[in-house]
Every structure is written in structure tokens, then in C-alpha cells.
């Protein structure tokens, strides 16, 4: 099957940054782009695709209590099931990460220090660490970027070859052309730093999972002039009931795929959950509230989740790994503030 032959209501998914990329002779199909702010990642090869679609079910499952685990969700772009396109390749439906701006600066940044998992042989180990030397002592590589240039209207990619050329000395330069130079830089970067230290947070109480190989996607808008406004975001915040987009997500997604779904009372209560984790705590007063939602609306210019789960590991452990990676990401974001 190829992209002719793929059902209407799909597309090629463009803002792919980093990952496998399928080649046009091996009649693949790649990521593609649903209608209703989803996107369907391919799933990977055998242990590695099951492991990944166990993991999004492991915490999007109805059944879930344990506080961790719905915290991480926030995390996590939405899970909504495996689907099959035509009855044949299976594909992870996943909230499009990058669907409400109209020109994504897009970053993947792979965690960790290992990117290897521990049933990874001596040769795929010493592959892992030839691609990236720097990794041991950064904990981090940028895997690939786009960022919009306002000026000509073009973006500019930026894949994994010409990351792996930033080592120790010059990350912070790849991260410093990832932000750009535009007005809201500061609140951009800032607003990534919170969503970092949330998820920095999280690692430190969790003794679930240990990640290898896995990304942290960050997103903001490239064209200033397209951004949600504070007061349109505000009505937002304060009105209970699913806009018509958060709906039509949740009719679509649901028509068509079969397993895994959260019920819609479900996944209406994890939305207004993580709403009032944010930004409604009737215990403030409208003051403090209106404050909170300033922060929040700014924070909303930014996309941050965590994404790619082919190598999650069980554990009983701190993920210092992973930990120890994300630290020094935020360290170096940091450094972008001193410039
Ligand atoms: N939920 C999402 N929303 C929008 N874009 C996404 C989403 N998930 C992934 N992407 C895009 O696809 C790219 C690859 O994603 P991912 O790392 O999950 O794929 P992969 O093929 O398993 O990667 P790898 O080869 O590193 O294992 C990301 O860098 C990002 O650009
Ligand atoms: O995009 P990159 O940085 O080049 O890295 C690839 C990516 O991390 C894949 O997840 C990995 O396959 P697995 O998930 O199957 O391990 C593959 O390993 P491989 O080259 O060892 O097959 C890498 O080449």
C-alpha cells in the first residue's frame, strides 16, 4: 500500500522530524496525518512495536489508579488504540502533537545517556555509541529540528547528521537556533523550562519505568501572528463543556478505531482533570486564579511531550539514565537565558 492507495481522510504526515523514514521503494507507508488532530505512527518492528503500544496502554488504560501513572499522562500525547489501515499494517493513533500551529518550530531531543536498552548485544551497543560519542557525558542528543524562517517563509530542517555534528562544545549552539531570535524567545524558553522541570518532577518520585531511546518533542509556534490569545485561552479555561474541535477529536477518533479507547466520560474527566491540575483550584481567589492562567496561557504557546516508547523498560529503580539526561537539557535551555 502507498500513499495513493491510503483511505482519503489520511495524509502524509509532513512535520516529521526525526525517526524512521520510510523509503519509497520498500512500499511503505510512513506517519500520516488524521483529520481529526491525530496522527498514526507506523508501529515498529515486532518487540519493539508491542512494546511500545503496551506501554501507551499501560497508561491510558481505563482501569489505570496509581497516581504516577495518570500523572504521566499529561506527559504523553493522547493514546487512542492500535489501528489497521486496510486490514493490513498496524499504526498507534496518537494526539498530533503539532496540530494547533500553523508554522511548528518542531525539536526531537533523545534522552539518556544509553540509548540502547539492556537486551542490546555488544555490537548494537558500540553502533549506539559511535553515533553519538558525546552522549555519555551530555545524556542527550538532538535527533533532528525544524524551525520556521518568517522572513522567506521556508522552513529549515535540520536532520540527525547535522545535529550529531553539535558535541559537548556547541549544543548549546543547536539549542540557541532552535529558539530563534523572535520577541517572545524568553517566554518560549521559559515555558519549556516549566514543562521540563514538571517532567523532571515526575522522574524523581517514579520507580516504574526506565526509558531508553526515548524523545522529548518540543514545539512552539513559528509564526507570532497565529498564536492563541491570552483571552481567547482564558474563555477556554473557565467553560466545562468539550469545544466542537475537542469533540470532533473524540467522535473521530473513536469511529474508528476498536480497542483501548477511554470511554468519552473517561476521557472527559482526564481532560478537565489535567484543566483543573492547571489552571482551576476553586480553593484560590480570582486574583491568584487569573494569575495562574496568565502563567498557563503562556505556557500554551509551548507543546512539550514526551514521545517514542519502543525501549521502555520495567523497573524498581530511579530512571537516573533518563534523569541524568534531562538534567543536563535543562541545564544547557538554562544557559540560553544567561545569553
Ligand atoms: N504524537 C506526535 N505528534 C506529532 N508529531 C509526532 C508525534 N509523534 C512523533 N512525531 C514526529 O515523528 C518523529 C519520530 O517519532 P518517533 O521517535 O516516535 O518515531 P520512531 O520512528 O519510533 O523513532 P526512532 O527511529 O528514533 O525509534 C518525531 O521526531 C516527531 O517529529
Ligand atoms: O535514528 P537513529 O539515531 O539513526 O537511530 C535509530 C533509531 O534509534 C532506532 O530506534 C533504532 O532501532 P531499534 O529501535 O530497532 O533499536 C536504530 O537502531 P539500529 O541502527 O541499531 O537498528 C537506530 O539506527
Known amino acids: 500500500m502507498d500513499y495513493a492507495t491510503s483511505p482519503s481522510h489520511l495524509k502524509p504526515f509532513v512535520h516529521q522530524v526525526a525517526g524512521h523514514i520510510p523509503h519509497a521503494e520498500n512500499n511503505k507507508l510512513g506517519f500520516l496525518e488524521c483529520s481529526d488532530s ?4 507506523p508501529a515498529q518492528k515486532a518487540e519493539s512495536g508491542f512494546r511500545e503500544s503496551e506501554f501507551y496502554r499501560s497508561v ?3 482501569s489505570v489508579e496509581e497516581r ?3 500523572q504521566l499522562r499529561r506527559h504523553l500525547p493522547q493514546y487512542f488504540g492500535i489501528q489497521k489501515i486496510n486490514g493490513l499494517a498496524n499504526y498507534l493513533k496518537l494526539e498530533n502533537v503539532v496540530s494547533k500551529f500553523r508554522k511548528p518550530c518542531i525539536m526531537d531531543i533523545k534522552i539518556g545517556r544509553k540509548t540502547y536498552d539492556p537486551s542490546a548485544n555488544p555490537v548494537k551497543i558500540a553502533r549506539s555509541v559511535y553515533k553519538y560519542p558525546h552522549n555519555v557525558r551530555l545524556g542527550f542528543q538532538i535527533s533532528g529540528m525544524q524551525v520556521y524562517d518568517p522572513e522567506d517563509g521556508s522552513y529549515k530542517t535540520y536532520d ?3 545535529c550529531r555534528n553539535w558535541g559537548e562544545e556547541n549544543i548549546t549552539n543547536g539549542l ?3 529558539f530563534g531570535n523572535e520577541k517572545k524567545r524568553p517566554e518560549i524558553i521559559k515555558s519549556v523550562l516549566n514543562k521540563l522541570r514538571s517532567i523532571e518532577d515526575w522522574f524523581q518520585n517514579q520507580r516504574k519505568f526506565a526509558f531508553y531511546s526515548s524523545s522529548i518533542l518540543i514545539v ?3 509564526d507570532s501572528t497565529s498564536v492563541q490569545t491570552p483571552k481567547k485561552l482564558r474563555r477556554h479555561l473557565s467553560r466545562p463543556p468539550l469545544t466542537h474541535r ?3 477529536v473524540l467522535t473521530n477518533a473513536k469511529s474508528c478505531i476498536d480497542v483501548n479507547c477511554p470511554t468519552e466520560r473517561q476521557w472527559r474527566g482526564s481532560f478537565h482533570r489535567s484543566l483543573s491540575e492547571n489552571a482551576w483550584n476553586s480553593n484560590r481567589t480570582d486574583d491568584e486564579n487569573s494569575k495562574n492562567n496568565d502563567e498557563n496561557n503562556k505556557d500554551n504557546d509551548v507543546e512539550l511531550k514526551m514521545i517514542d516508547f519502543t525501549h521502555v523498560w520495567n523497573t524498581e529503580q530511579q530512571d537516573q539514565n533518563y534523569l541524568f539526561g534531562l538534567q543536563n537539557v535543562i541545564h544547557h535551555v538554562e544557559l540560553l537565558l544567561e545569553r
Open 220 to 222: 512552539f509556534e513559528g
Open 176 to 178: 540557541d537556533i532552535f
Open 246 to 248: 475537542e469533540s470532533n
Open 60 to 62: 491510558f488504560d481505563n
Open 38 to 41: 491525530t496522527v498514526l505512527k
Open 68 to 70: 504516577l501513572v495518570l
Open 160 to 162: 540527525k547528521q547535522i
